[in-house]
């Protein structure tokens, strides 16, 4: 007679426990990557319907600007959806064009966010309705060339060395084309910045009051205040800084409609 082992009996039962176990984590894994899926899909939903809505109201203001690219922020979206409430939406133009006294600036891009977004469901549904931001913040890039274009200088350069806004020219000077370079003060005034263009230096510059007198007026002469293109969604300028690629531009608002019904 074979002696049954004490054991034996609960080894399988384990093994199928343990197989369980595995099988409803399984589930489980599927079932969050299905809601975080469909989650991704109704915002990506609301995502364009916005877009839309953008796209109507930045016509509406005469601001030409490519197609503007929308993200909602936040994790899920679902929930924000049901409260009617958005922590966070960025918005994203390229190649944004408005029209200054006959002339265009360009900002070749323009990021945008939005916090404290109110929209209700109804409005993201059928695209009718209002979405309201708290407060907007936007920067923007002013190219370096569209600022030398409004100087009317012939061989102007601006450029950026160590966090000063930095300009190179030809300049002529008791008969001779010197090569002039300097650097701006910067100031942001109703809606313009204000270029003051000082310590200006010409390399092989003859001596003499006659010379120091040329150059200051040359440096008057490129000392303007650049009037910036009509930003979007009420945006005013608070900052400019000047980086490698352009002059960045910082505007805020608050309590604005980022959508055409609004």
Not at 14 to 34: A, E, K, S
Not at 53 to 61: K, L, S
Not at 104 to 113: C, G
């Amino acid at each position: 007679m074979t002696e049954e082992h004490p054991y034996q009996g609960e080894r399988p039962q384990r093994q199928r426990g343990r197989r369980v176990l595995v099988v409803l984590l399984i589930l489980l894994l599927v079932l969050i990557g299905l809601l975080v899926t469909a989650d991704r899909v109704a915002a990506g939903m609301a995502e364009r319907v916005l877009a839309d809505q953008v796209r109507t109201e930045i016509a509406q203001q005469n601001v030409e600007a490519g197609p503007p690219e929308v993200e909602i922020g936040g994790f899920p979206f679902v929930t924000q959806v049901l409260d009617g409430r958005y922590k966070r939406i960025s918005i994203g133009l390229r190649e944004v064009r408005g029209s200054v006294q006959g002339d265009v600036l360009a900002l070749p891009t323009l990021d945008i966010d939005a916090h404290d977004v109110t929209a209700s469901l109804d409005t993201l549904r059928s695209g009718q309705g209002e979405v309201v931001a708290g407060s907007v913040t936007g920067t923007g890039t002013v190219s370096y060339d569209s600022l030398a274009a409004r100087l009317d200088q012939e061989g102007l350069r601006l450029g950026e060395r160590d966090g000063k806004l930095v300009v190179t020219a030809p300049v002529d000077i008791l008969g001779e084309r010197l090569p002039v370079t300097g650097t701006a003060d910067l100031k942001v005034d109703q809606g313009r910045v204000a270029l003051r263009f000082t310590n200006l230096t010409a390399e092989g510059m003859p001596s003499g009051p006659l010379a120091r007198v040329l150059l200051n007026n040359f440096a008057q002469g490129i000392s303007v205040d650049v009037p910036l293109p009509e930003l979007p969604f009420d945006l005013t300028v608070r900052e400019v800084r000047p980086l490698p690629e352009g002059l960045q531009v910082t505007a805020e608002a608050a309590e604005v409609p980022i959508n055409a019904a609004g």
